[in-house]
C-alpha cells in the first residue's frame, strides 16, 4: 500500500496554481496525493533578528497537523524560511520522516527583480516539492546535477534540473518500497 502524501498550504491561502502543483507532485510520486487544511500558526517560527521563519519550528508546527500516522505531509509557506546554519531555504525535511515544508518566497521570479511568472514559481515549486519529499522518502542529496534531488544553494540551481529522480535515485526509492 503506497504512503498517502497529504499537501497543505500552511497559510491557509490556497494560490491559483494549487492543481498544477498538486498534479507535479501526483506525476512524480505513485502514492495518493491529497490536499489538505493545516491552519499552523506561523508567529511563533517568525525570528525577528533575521526577518525569517525557522524552517524547523514551521515543519515541527506542520507535523501537529499530519492526519495518520502512516502518511507524509507536505506544507508549503509563502515566508522565508532558514535554519541557523544557512541564510536560507527552499525547503526542509526530515529525513526518512513524516514530513516536509517548501517556502516560495525565493521561488518568485519578483524576489529577484524579475517580472512575475507564474509558470517559472509552479515548476519551481514543484521540483523542489519533490526533492524534499524525496529527502522524507529517505533519499539524501545527490551527485547527477539535472536530478531533482541534486542541492540547490540558489534559484539558478533549481532552474537547472529536472522535476525528475534520476536512475539511482529511483532505485534507492524502489529498494525502500515506496511504490
Known sequence: MAVPIHLAYVDGRTPSWSDALLS?????FPNPVV???APVDLKPCFVPSRQQHHAT????ALLRHRPDPTSKILGIVAVDLFIPVLTFVFGQAQLDGPGAV???????????GLPTDEGVLV???IKE?????GHAFGLVHCDVYDCVMHA???VDEVDLKR????????ALLDGRGWR
Do not use: K
Open 24 to 28: 507535479g507532485v501526483a506525476d512524480t
Open 35 to 37: 490536499p489538505i487544511a
Open 57 to 60: 519550528l514551521v515543519l515541527a
Open 102 to 112: 517548501v517556502s516560495t518566497y525565493r521561488l518568485r521570479s519578483e524576489y529577484y
Open 123 to 125: 515548476e519551481r515549486a
Open 129 to 133: 516539492c519533490i526533492h524534499e519529499l
Open 152 to 154: 540547490s544553494t540558489n
Open 163 to 170: 522535476s525528475e529522480f534520476c536512475r539511482g535515485c529511483v
